[in-house]
């Protein structure tokens, strides 16, 4: 990661700290989607026209497509962007679709489920935070303002406005304030489990999901709330015990950048490595191998948190999520 920021490389818009982990989360994600590299400014510090990139694949320059920051071009201040705090950026492009100014505009999942109307995430060098694009825009600062205060979230700590931004958004209806961890799952992360995967890409997969769909979902799976074999967003990776599926990884979000794993495993298999093997298989579809993949948990989810720890995952991240 260079240690310049997007601000930098474009000599744009940046009057302060939230604007500028907007514009450097969109140049990064625009580069990430295109399969380039930001390559150093200038002597200077600026550049005229495009971002400039290059292709790992060959090593040749371009120009990173950045149409709705086309001709922005104002005095700037801003602040770099560190490996870690990128890596959370390209989560928050994974998990929401957002507006050209980075607001929330929903979920980023087949469902079009509506977003949270605030989500912060934080490591030892920064923070990244959105806000939902129906929020009046007196609300919406006064929450960035607060977040762009924020010390560095780190896990087990809490941001330092957790009490303040519920009672912003209270409103009418009240405000829910979920805390999380996130992990880093590394594409093809090996596990010694023994038990036998099947992915949706395979013909096995496919025979799967026509019978959910002509028969209806097994009852250990429809009381945890997948009542559709629909339900299970592609691509995902099943365990199989003695016939019986025991645990689903699918992907919850998936971007051209990035993919969240979702994980569920019926009562009875619980406890055994099968959500961890399941995980694992998941992180070597070839579908993944291009994006970088995202395993998050609540904070009191004990039980995730020791799939997260039978694999061996690196905590990166920690997440505050007001619905």
């Not at 474009?10 to 625009?30: E, F, I, K, N, S």
């Not at 922005?72 to 890596?87: D, F, Q, T, Y």
């Amino acid at each position: 990661m260079p240690p310049w920021s997007a601000a930098h490389v474009l000599g744009l818009v940046v009057r302060d700290a939230p604007q500028a982990a907007l514009l450097t989360m969109r140049v990064y994600d625009c580069a990430a989607k295109q399969d380039l590299i930001l390559t150093e400014p200038a002597k200077g510090g600026r550049l005229e026209g495009w971002p400039q990139g290059f292709s790992p694949k060959c090593g040749c320059p371009t120009w990173i497509r950045m149409p709705a920051l086309d001709g922005c071009r104002e005095a700037a201040r801003h602040c770099p962007m560190s490996r870690n705090v990128h890596w959370l950026n390209l989560q928050y492009c994974t998990l929401f679709r957002t507006r050209n100014d980075g607001r929330i505009e929903r979920e980023n999942d087949p469902d079009c489920s509506r977003g949270p109307r605030f989500w912060l995430a934080g490591c030892a060098d920064g923070n990244v935070f959105g806000v939902r694009a129906d929020l009046p825009d007196n609300l919406a600062a006064e929450l960035e303002a607060l977040a762009a205060d924020e010390p560095p979230f780190i896990h087990p700590a809490s941001p330092k406005y957790l009490e303040r931004y519920p009672s912003l958004l209270h409103g009418d209806r009240p405000a829910t304030a979920d805390l999380g961890l996130i992990y880093e799952l590394p594409w093809a992360h090996p596990y010694p489990g023994r038990a036998r995967l099947v992915s949706s890409d395979s013909a096995e997969g496919r025979d799967l999901i026509r019978s959910w769909a002509a028969d209806g979902v097994p009852e250990s799976f429809i009381e945890l709330g997948f009542g559709r074999a629909a339900d299970f967003w592609t691509p995902w990776c099943a365990a199989i015990v003695d016939g019986d599926v025991a645990s689903v990884a699918f992907a919850a979000r998936l971007a051209e950048a990035g993919a969240e794993l979702g994980l569920v495993t019926a009562k009875p298999f619980r406890g055994r490595g099968l959500a961890a093997a399941a995980t694992a298989g998941w992180s070597r579809l070839p579908e993944l191998r291009s994006r970088t993949l995202f395993y998050s948990t609540g904070r009191g989810n004990v039980a995730s948190q020791r799939v997260a720890a039978r694999l061996g995952l690196r905590l990166r991240g920690a997440s505050l999520r007001i619905s």
